[in-house]
């Protein structure tokens, strides 16, 4: 059986006292690709950057290996951001660095190691996800599939065993989005990664998703969970049924 490895519990997201999501609950296990989808400002964006712990929930805990993520302080908060990847929606490159250099960037900040072995693992990383071709570059040189491996390369530098993405298939066309999904589930069952991926990409969730929580911005909660392609199949909630079969 797998371990869990990620906890939420009673959460309630948002902003200034403003929840937009109200006692959220559920678990994450090691190894599994997971899903967090919803209509267009529903507040899956804001539910991820509760549980990486860029902002800190109105009530609740986000338990990361059983750990808070919220009152973790010192080194025990710094041991559960090592253990935590991210790669944001815009990708976030610095403009001014080559592809190698922001690889380099991470290891370079927070690892002893020397250059001559931050520069191996960064090639190996870029390697991975297929850049290794485009070492030299500058962001504004690459494609918006190009960009998105760099980023997730990045979020892998420090080796993670969670990554977060958000949104990772934004502003790609099908053929390139299918290979981003092709490469999340290489990365997950060749590295044992977990993935928590935030997408309303209804291809690339049924594609990869193990499972699946998605989120009712009138409900302010969860209203489906589990694996995509038995919801697709499942009448019993109309919204959520005519979600997965495209139905208006």
Do not use: W
């Amino acid at each position: 059986m797998s371990e869990t490895i990620i906890n939420v519990r009673h959460l309630f997201a948002g902003y200034n006292n403003n929840a937009i999501m109200e006692d959220l609950n559920f678990d994450i296990q090691s190894g599994e690709v997971f899903v967090i989808l919803g209509g267009s400002g529903c507040g899956k964006s804001t539910v991820l950057k509760h549980m990486i712990g860029l902002v800190p929930p109105l009530s609740g805990e986000v338990l990361i290996h059983g750990e808070d993520m919220v009152a973790a302080r010192g080194k025990r908060r710094n041991r559960l951001l090592a253990d935590i990847g991210v790669a944001f929606q815009n990708g976030a490159l610095f403009g001014s660095m080559t592809v190698l250099e922001n690889l380099m960037l991470p290891l370079t900040e927070f690892t002893d190691l020397p250059r001559e072995a931050i520069e191996t693992i960064a090639r190996v990383k870029l390697d991975l996800v297929d850049m290794g071709h485009a070492l030299y570059l500058l962001p504004d040189e690459l494609s918006g599939g190009m960009k998105k491996r760099a980023a997730i390369a990045r979020a892998m530098a420090l080796d993670p065993g969670i990554l977060f993405l958000d949104e990772p298939s934004a502003g790609l066309d099908p053929l390139t989005s299918a290979e981003l999904d092709r490469l999340i589930l290489k990365l997950a069952g060749s590295l044992k990664i977990t993935f928590v991926i935030v997408t309303h990409e209804l291809e690339s969730i049924l594609t990869i998703a193990d499972r699946v929580i998605m989120l009712g911005k009138k409900e302010k909660g969860i209203i489906a969970q589990g694996d995509p392609k038995k919801l697709k199949a499942d009448p019993s909630n109309p919204y959520v049924y005519n979600f997965f079969n495209r139905n208006p």
